[in-house]
C-alpha cells in the first residue's frame, strides 16, 4: 500500500486529529507517514457523517492492525459514493457484495484467513442503519452467536439514505422521512420501541460493543483500536449526522452530533462481555429542542402552532437514556 | 476403491477430496446428509484445514461463500427448495462477482403446497443466476461432476452448481468408486483466484457499475459462461484419463443414431428412460434418449447434432414454467428449430415416473404439445367444478387431499 503524505486541509486541532500533540499522542489522521482507508475523490455529500465516520474507524483499525485488514461493505451510500467504476476511493482490500449479507460475507472472508493460516489478516464489516438493524439484522446476529472474529461498525444516519431518506428501524420518533412524511396528526415517525442495536448486541455477550459520535473522534479511535485487542464478535454503533436526509446545515455536522450526545438522546458507553465498562459523561446537558431544530426533518414540530407533546415525548426519551446510563456522572 | 454407500455420503466424500477450506450450509431435506458428512469430517480432523460455519441461514451460507472465495479460499455449500430461493440474491451475486463457488442442490419441488419430494423445480427456477448447472444421472456421476466442478469453476471464474436428484440419488446406497486423494490432488491444482482480497496488493472488488459499462460487463460474463462449453467436456475427458471412466461432459446419446423419437431429459430419470427405451426397441419402436448433463450454458449444438436426424423429440420436464410450459423445451426448440418437439411434464413433487407411463406415452401416435403424465383428470375437473361454484380462490390441495380420502391439515 502506497503512503499518503497528509493534506492539512483541515483546520482545528480536533478535526485534524491532533497534530499539535506528541507524536505518540497522536491519532492516526495526523501520523505523517499514514496510509489513507478512503481516498479522496469520493461522491459523498459535503459534511456527510459517513464519509467522515468510516474514514476515522478504518484509519484507525489500519493503524491497530498495521494495515492488514480486509474491508466489507453492505450496500448504502458508503459503497455507493466511494466505488463508482472504473474508479475506486479504497486503498484496503474492500469487498462489496449485497445490501443484507454484510456480517456473513465478513464472517466468510475471516473464515478464509482462518483457513489459510493468515492469523495477521484482520476483517471489518461495515453498513448503513438499514443494512444492520433492519435487512441485514439475521446475518449480524448469526455472526455475533458464532462469535466470529469481525468488528463490525454500523454507521447510523437513522434512515435509508442511499434510496432517498425512507424510514428505517433506526429512524427516531417524530422524525420525517420520505415514508414517514410530515403530514397527518402524528406527522413524522411514530413512537415506537425503537431498535436498539448496541444493546441487542450487548445481548449476546460478544466481547466488545460500543457507541460514539463522530463529534468525538478521537473517541471514536480509541474504541476501533480497543475493538481491535479483542478477537471474537465486536459491534461498533457510530452516530453519523446526514445533511441531506437530517435536512442540516453541511457545517453542523460534527455540532448535531455533539448535541446528539450532550442532550441524552445517544448514550455514549462501551461495554464488554455484556457488562458496560465505560461511560461518556454528558459535559453541558442540554434540552432536545436545541439538537431538534437544527435540523428540517423535525421542522414540522415547530411550526406555528409547536408540538410541545411530542417534543416533552422525546425529551422523556432522552431523560430515561439519561438515567438508565447515568450520563450525568451520578453514582 | 468400490463402496457401497448413501449418495450424499459419497458426495461429501468427493467434495472432501477437492479440500474445500471453507464449507458453510444451512440444513434443508434432501440435502442434509452431504453436510452432515462434511461437518463430521471437518470436526473430526480428517479434512484440515477448513472451517466449518453453521449459518443461520442460506442466504447467509451463500454470503459466507462469497466472503471466503473473495479472500482466496475454495469455497462450497449445499442446498435445495426454499433454501435455494431464500439465497437467490445472492446466487446471483456469487456469479456476477465471478466467485468459483461450488453448490450442490439437491433437487426437491418448491411450495406451497410444501413438498419435500424431488423434482427440479428449484435449480431451474435459478438458471440465469450465470451459474455452470450440471445434472447428475447417478451416485458415480455426482460425486464425480463435483470433483470436476471446482476444476471448471476455478478455470472460469465462474461459480458451478452440481444438480442431484433429492432422496432419488441423495439417499439411495448403491456403489460408488472413489478416487484416492493423491489423485484428485493431480487432477485439481490449487485454487488460484483471479481477483483476492489481500492486504499485499488491495483491490476493491464489487464495485457501483453505471450504464456506460454494465452492458460490457454482463456481455462478458456470458462470453465466459459459453467457453464452459469447452470446458465442461475437456475436463470429462480429462477425468476420465485419470480415473479411467466417463462421467460428466455436456450431453449423452443412448440409442440415439438411427432413432426417430428421442426422449430428452435431465437427472435420474435418465436410467428408467434407458430402461423403457429399451423395451420398447425390443417391440421394433425406434427411440432413444439424449441425456443433458450440462444445462447451463445450453449446449446448443451438441443437441442439434444428437437430435437433428429424429422426426420427434419430447422433453421430459421435471419442472414447468406455469403460464407458458417447457422450461427446457425452449432451450431445445432453440436449438433445432426445425425439429418438432414435445413436452412432458413429470415426476413433479416427487410422483412416480414410472416405466408403464413413460411406454404408453411414447408409444402414443400423437402426442400434444404439453402434456401433465399421469394427470388425474377427474380430481382436476372436480376441483374446477367447486371453485367455479363457489366463484372464490380456495385451499386447492386441501381440497383435493379431502377428495382423496387423505387427512389433511386443518381437516378432521
Ligand atoms: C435487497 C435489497 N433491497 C433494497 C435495496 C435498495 N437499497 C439500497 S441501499 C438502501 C438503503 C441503505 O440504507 P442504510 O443501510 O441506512 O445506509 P445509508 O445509505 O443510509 O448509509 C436500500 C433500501 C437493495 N439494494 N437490496
Ligand atoms: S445522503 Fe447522507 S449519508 Fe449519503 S452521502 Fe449524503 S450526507 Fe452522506
Known amino acids: 500500500m502506497a503512503v499518503m503524505p497528509i493534506k492539512f486541509y483541515q483546520t482545528g486541532s480536533f478535526a485534524v486529529g491532533g497534530r499539535l500533540l506528541g507524536e505518540d499522542q497522536r491519532s492516526g489522521q495526523s501520523d505523517r507517514r499514514r496510509i489513507n482507508s478512503i481516498d479522496c475523490g469520493h461522491r459523498a455529500c459535503q459534511g456527510c457523517g459517513e464519509a467522515l465516520g468510516a474514514r476515522y474507524a478504518l484509519d484507525a483499525a489500519m493503524r491497530a492492525t498495521g494495515n492488514r485488514m480486509v474491508a466489507v461493505n453492505a450496500t448504502g451510500c458508503l459503497e455507493v459514493f466511494s466505488t463508482p467504476y472504473p474508479e475506486t476511493s479504497w486503498r484496503i482490500p474492500w469487498l462489496h457484495s449485497l445490501f443484507g449479507n454484510a456480517p ?13 493460516g493468515r492469523d495477521d489478516v484482520r476483517v471489518v464489516g461495515q453498513g448503513g442503519d438499514g443494512g444492520t438493524v433492519d435487512i441485514g439484522f439475521a446475518c449480524l446476529s448469526g455472526m455475533f452467536e458464532r462469535d466470529d472474529d469481525v468488528l463490525y461498525i454500523c454507521y447510523d444516519n437513522e434512515a435509508y439514505m ?25 406527522p413524522g415517525a411514530v413512537f415506537g420501541q425503537g431498535k436498539n442495536l448496541p444493546m441487542i448486541a450487548m445481548a449476546h455477550e460478544i466481547p466488545y460493543v460500543a457507541t460514539a459520535t463522530v463529534a468525538d473522534l478521537r473517541d471514536l479511535e480509541a474504541k476501533v483500536t480497543r475493538a481491535m485487542e479483542f478477537h471474537g464478535a465486536r459491534y461498533l454503533h457510530v452516530l453519523v449526522p446526514c445533511p441531506l436526509g437530517w435536512g442540516s446545515a453541511s457545517h453542523d455536522t460534527i455540532r448535531i452530533a455533539r448535541l446528539a450526545e ?6 455514549v458507553f462501551e461495554a464488554e462481555h455484556g457488562e458496560v465498562v465505560a461511560t461518556s459523561k454528558i459535559r453541558h446537558r442540554v434540552p432536545v429542542e436545541d439538537y431538534l431544530r437544527l435540523q428540517t426533518r423535525y421542522a414540522h414540530l415547530f411550526g406555528d402552532e409547536p408540538r410541545t407533546g411530542v417534543i416533552a415525548g422525546i425529551q422523556a426519551q432522552a431523560d430515561r437514556n439519561i438515567r438508565r446510563h447515568k450520563l450525568l456522572g451520578e453514582v | 476403491m468400490l463402496r457401497q454407500i448413501e449418495g450424499s455420503r459419497a458426495v461429501a466424500g468427493a467434495v472432501a477430496l477437492c479440500r474445500p477450506e471453507v464449507v458453510c450450509a444451512y440444513p434443508i431435506s434432501p440435502q442434509t446428509h452431504i453436510v452432515e458428512g462434511l461437518a463430521e469430517l471437518v470436526k473430526s480432523g480428517a479434512l484440515t484445514p477448513c472451517e466449518f460455519v453453521n449459518v443461520e441461514s442460506e442466504f447467509a451460507a451463500m454470503s459466507v461463500a462469497i466472503g471466503a472465495s473473495a479472500a482466496g479460499a475454495r469455497a462450497y455449500t449445499a442446498t435445495a427448495s426454499q433454501g435455494l430461493l431464500y439465497m437467490t440474491e445472492a446466487v446471483f451475486n456469487a456469479a456476477g462477482l465471478g466467485l ?19 423434482d427440479q423445480s428449484d435449480s431451474m427456477a435459478l438458471r440465469d443466476a450465470g451459474w455452470i448447472q450440471l445434472y447428475a444421472e447417478t451416485n458415480q456421476e455426482a460425486a464425480d461432476l463435483h470433483v470436476q466442478a471446482f476444476r471448471i469453476a476455478e478455470e472460469l471464474s465462474t461459480p458451478v452448481m452440481v444438480c442431484m436428484d433429492g432422496f ?9 468408486d472413489t478416487p484416492a486423494q493423491e489423485e484428485v490432488d493431480t487432477f485439481l491444482p490449487p485454487y488460484e483466484p483471479r481477483q483476492v482480497l489481500d492486504p499485499d496488493e488491495p483491490s476493491s472488488i464489487g ?4 450504464p456506460e459499462a454494465f452492458t460490457e460487463v454482463k456481455y462478458l460474463a456470458h462470453a465466459r459462461l459459453m467457453e464452459a462449453l469447452d470446458v465442461v467436456p475437456d475436463v470429462a475427458d480429462r477425468l476420465a484419463e485419470a480415473f479411467g471412466r466417463n462421467s460428466g461432459g455436456l450431453t449423452r446419446s443412448y440409442r440415439t443414431e438411427d432413432a426417430e423419437t428421442i426422449v430428452l431429459a435431465l437427472g435420474s430419470v435418465l436410467g428408467t428412460l434407458k430402461d423403457t427405451v429399451d423395451e420398447l426397441r425390443a417391440d421394433g419402436l425406434r427411440v432413444g434418449v439424449l441425456g443433458l448433463t450440462c444445462f447451463r450454458p445450453f449446449p446448443a449444438e451438441a443437441v442439434r447434432a444428437a437430435i437433428g436426424h429424429a422426426r420427434r423429440v419430447v422433453v421430459l420436464e421435471r419442472a414447468f414454467e406455469p403460464g407458458v410450459g417447457g422450461i427446457v423445451t425452449q432451450n431445445v426448440v432453440t436449438a433445432a428449430p426445425a425439429t418438432e418437439v414435445h413436452t412432458v411434464v413429470a415426476g413433479l413433487g416427487g410422483r412416480a415416473i414410472t416405466k408403464p407411463s413413460l411406454s404408453g406415452m411414447l408409444r402414443a401416435d400423437r402426442l400434444p404439445p404439453l402434456t401433465f403424465l399421469d394427470l388425474d383428470r377427474s380430481l382436476i375437473d372436480r376441483e374446477l367444478g367447486r ?26
Do not use: C, Y
Open chain 1, 104 to 116: 456473513a460475507v465478513a464472517t466468510g472472508v475471516a473464515a478464509a484467513m482462518k483457513a489459510k
Open chain 1, 162 to 186: 442511499n434510496t432517498g431518506v425512507q424510514r428505517s428501524g433506526a429512524t427516531p420518533a417524530a422524525a420525517r422521512t420520505a415514508t414517514t412524511p410530515a403530514v397527518g396528526p402524528e
Open chain 1, 262 to 267: 450532550e442532550s441524552g438522546l445517544f448514550p
Open chain 2, 100 to 118: 468459483p463457488i461450488v453448490m450442490t442442490v439437491a433437487n426437491r419441488a418448491i411450495g406451497a403446497p410444501i413438498n419435500i419430494w424431488n
Open chain 2, 168 to 176: 432419488v440419488l441423495t439417499h439411495a446406497w448403491e456403489p460408488v
Open chain 2, 207 to 210: 464495485a457501483m457499475v453505471g
Open chain 2, 387 to 412: 371453485l367455479a361454484a363457489a366463484r372464490r380462490s380456495g385451499p386447492t390441495a386441501e381440497n383435493i387431499l379431502r377428495d382423496l380420502g387423505a387427512v389433511a391439515s386443518g381437516i378432521g
